[in-house]
């Protein structure tokens, strides 16, 4: 640890009503997320991108979705200057206010049929406004709610905005399957998906409101009255924590390519290669997501009490073992057993994502964590921007799920917190604190 908390700490009201702001908000800007990256997978190749194959449609639709991948660094390098210069609560109002804009805008976007190219052109632009929106949102909330919290129970306190990627997931793919079952196919393609981003715009009143009555990290307030901000903040975390940069790059490779694996990739696979109902894979990401509610804060629980590498290097092992199961049992085309397979994916997903958020702020100083977040956004460019257009490609070559198997487990097992590419720092390193 780099340094301790200040000894004027938060009552623990106070904390809670953070972590409840902080949960609340980075869930709606989840929500909106996931719905675009949903909505690319099952509806977005066919009304924008009508004129190509099905599996040609999905990579090009899948391609405007790693847009907001593209933006997220961008996101945290500028969102990062204002937090670790302003303030951290104020990154949290602008953010959402970009997310949910944005997505309520694509609610309104005209397909190809009636403006043509300009439709995923457009699509593109606002999916970038929405990365940026993102690349923001997670270093905030994250902060917001460590630093409000207790010295001992960092891991717990900084897992509950990592809870509002599940809760968004859930909410997003949740109203996409509502929707697509109480429509037929023609209207759910023709307006009824548009519901589910035009309930962005009241939800991000709702977040705003709650955002709204929080107070300032006290740590972020300490340092600002002793005016030591830094001037260029992402400079300095160059300079003075350059392995704290890598190793938060490489933590973020391994959940992101197991996590866009099993809740994106999962519905191209049931759907373009099995031919099943895609009311199957929504149903296996719904069950995994709610499993994941509980699981996340456990496992950063459990981080605070047996260490934060331990923790996510048996969950990056468990992902890798399970990547050989995942497709053979996708195969079985039991919706049941596909149910049960991706809620033990994204199980294995939270024992790395639980202490993820912790293990990466402590890697900096106050001053600097903010910035030191836009290296874990750059990690999204060699992860989950590309997961599931690599998988697209390595079945379509290989003509087997096995090959995809592979790539996923050298992911998870190639991180730092995994540990297995770095024998040359000794069990010690894998296993010694932070």
């Given amino acids: 640890m780099i340094e301790t908390y200040s000894p004027v700490t938060p009552s623990p009201a106070e904390r809670r009503r953070v972590i409840a702001a902080c949960l609340v908000g980075t869930s709606l800007e989840w929500y909106d997320f996931f719905l675009y990256a949903t909505a690319a997978a099952v509806v977005f190749n066919r009304l924008f991108f009508p004129g190509l194959s099905p599996v040609l449609g999905t990579v090009a639709s899948l391609s405007t979705a790693a847009a907001g991948f593209i933006a997220r660094p961008l996101g945290g390098i500028i969102f990062g200057h204002i937090g670790d210069r302003v303030g951290r609560k104020q990154v949290l109002i602008i953010t959402l206010l970009l997310m949910g804009g944005a997505t309520f805008l694509i609610g309104l976007l005209p397909g190809y049929a009636v403006i043509g190219v300009a439709a995923p052109v457009l699509l593109g632009i606002l999916r970038f406004v929405q990365g940026i929106g993102l690349g923001g949102e997670w270093g905030g909330a994250v902060l917001m709610s460590l630093e409000h919290g207790r010295t001992d129970q960092r891991g717990f306190d900084a897992s509950w905005p990592q809870v509002g990627v599940p809760v968004g997931n859930l909410t997003a793919a949740g109203v996409l399957a509502l929707l697509s079952a109480a429509l037929p196919e023609q209207a759910f393609l023709a307006w009824g998906w548009r519901i589910g981003f035009l309930l962005s715009g009241l939800l991000m009143l709702v977040g705003l409101w709650v955002r709204a009555a929080i107070a300032e990290s006290p740590l972020f307030a300490e340092v600002e009255s002793k005016g030591e901000q830094a001037r260029i903040p992402l400079l300095e975390v160059i300079i003075r ?45 719904l069950v995994g997501s709610a499993c994941q509610l509980v699981f996340i804060p456990l496992f950063g629980a459990l981080s605070d009490r047996y260490g934060r590498r331990p923790i996510y290097a048996i969950g990056a092992v468990s992902a890798a073992i399970w990547a050989f199961v995942f497709f053979p049992l996708l195969g079985t085309k039991s ?10 994916a994204l199980f294995t997903h939270a024992m790395m994502y639980g202490p993820q958020a912790a293990y990466v702020t402590e890697l900096f100083s106050t001053k600097l964590r903010f910035s030191g977040a836009a290296g874990y956004q750059l990690a999204g460019l060699l992860s989950g921007a590309i997961a599931p257009i690599v998988a697209i490609g390595l079945v379509a070559k290989f003509d087997t799920p096995y090959a995809n198997g592979l790539a996923l487990s ?11 590419r770095f024998g040359d720092r000794g069990s010690g390193w894998l296993w010694g604190g932070a």
Avoid at 335 to 344: E, M
Wanted: net charge positive.
């Fill in 241 to 285: 924590h350059p392995r704290g940069v890598l190793v938060s790059m490489g933590l973020r490779i391994g959940t992101d390519v197991a996590f866009y694996t099993f809740t994106s990739y999962i519905l191209i696979y049931l759907t373009v290669n099995l031919h099943l109902s895609r009311s199957v894979g929504l149903t296996a990401v």
């Fill in 335 to 344: 919706t049941p057993i596909i149910v049960v397979t991706g809620a033990i």
């Fill in 410 to 420: 050298r992911s998870c097992c190639d991180t730092p917190g995994c540990g297995a």
